[in-house]
């Protein structure tokens, strides 16, 4: 399959082209003739799967193709919705790219930075504006934008959304939103009975799309877990890196934790950066930029990075804490192994945390590898059922070949909007075109 039988405009297909995608993903070729269509639409799919260029492609399309108005109004009409400031930067950068050729209208309002630029850019007129949340609501307050245009309403990592507590504020946006002549496409990696209602609440017949089961992973994850006492993590994890200078993505459970665990590589002569919640929002882009261009080696994040992140190619994740709930594994893992490279996920497990590990090894479905690190064996084994196949780690752990950190493109047939252009980085950065937006 390619694209152009998937029916979208030339522009569309000539900055595919230019970028070396051809392929659709399973989610691009199953949510976008509906979309184009113009039905609702209720789709699961998994970060890394070009979720992205499925709502952004025919969203272009329409606005600017099929639906060439001589005078463009100022009022935005199409409105996408994301968790995060990241991803709505991702996304903001993800259409300006798919339409370069159409003079795309766009702009981004997050929080974390000023308003004014925000409202000045909405007084020139955009018509696709992407925003969280709350600060949508700050700028429906100040009346500084006008949603009464919106004909498109995208909903990205809703289930995300509501993890995060935004259900009242997306429900008090709905309530400016025309209810009548209104498409709304809504993306979630789990349709949960709260989605489930919220679609009921203001979808119309939405056409169901499901392209992988429910909390799964990429096949081409390798999972491994590393017992070690708690008070021997740091000096595990540094053990690791220094023996592995593939880019890594750190999570820890707190915003303190992660500050911690960056200085501590950074003094042990690893580049670090920290990511988290209480950063500003121009110390996260600068964290991010750095990391993407093999500036930093290591990003330190807690679980505002679990999702959303388009990190091109990333060789391997490490949950320096296991997430709470089992379904951030997935969330967190899904940075790795994506556009069908390989992927390590590596979890450093106290005995304290096997109980949360037998949740996370019950939501895959499958074994996860116990294996121990000679010289940092725990005190006190991990309690789980695979702990029989545990076999002692020489010097540093068994990985998959390295070839995927900076693996070369197999060929343009194959190529899609998952990934994103860029030029190989230094660390385990990725190609060019095996990279992949969120």
Known sequence: MSFESLGLAPALLRAL??????????????????????????????????KTAAFSLPLLD?????????????????????????????????????????????TTIFGGVGMQPQVEALRRGVEILVATPGRLLDHIQQRSVDLSQVEVLILDE??????????PSIKRILGQLPKE????????????????ALAADFMRTPVEIQVAKPNSVAATVTHRVHPVDAARKRD?????????????????????????????????????????????????????????????????ATDIAARGLDIDQLPMVVNFDLPMVAEDYVHRIGRTGRAGSEGLAVSLVSHEEDGLLRDIRRLLKQDIAVEPVTGFEPSTPLRVDDRANSRPTQGKPQRPPQRHARRPHAGSGNANPASRSRKPQRGGGGSRRDSRPA
């Not at 039905?39 to 970060?47: I, K, P, S, V, W």
């Not at 809703?158 to 259900?167: T, V």
């Not at 002569?269 to 750095?290: F, P, V």
Request: charge should be positive; aromatic fraction near 6%; hydrophobic fraction near 45%.
């Open 158 to 167: 809703a289930d995300r959304m509501l993890d995060m507590g935004f259900l």
């Open 236 to 300: 595990l994890l540094l053990h690791l890196l220094r023996n592995d200078a593939r880019q890594t993505l750190v999570f820890a459970r707190t915003k303190h934790g992660a500050d911690k665990l960056a200085v501590m590589l950074d003094k042990a002569g690893l580049s670090s950066a920290a990511i988290h919640g209480n950063k500003s929002q121009n110390q996260r882009t600068r964290a991010l930029k750095d990391f993407k261009g093999g500036k930093v080696g290591v990003l330190v």
């Open 62 to 106: 329409r606005l600017y193709v099929a639906d060439r108005r001589a005078a463009r109004p100022k009022a935005p009409r199409a409105l996408v919705l994301t968790p995060t400031r990241e991803l709505a930067a991702q996304v903001h950068d993800s259409l300006r790219a798919y339409g370069k050729h159409l003079g795309v209208r766009a």
């Open 181 to 196: 002549h209104r498409i709304t496409w809504l993306f979630s990696a789990t349709f949960a009975p709260e989605i489930k």
């Open 17 to 50: 082209a230019e970028q070396g995608y051809s392929a659709p993903t399973p989610i691009q070729a199953a949510a976008i003739p509906p979309a184009l269509e113009g039905h609702d639409l209720l789709a699961g799919a998994q970060t890394g799967t070009g």
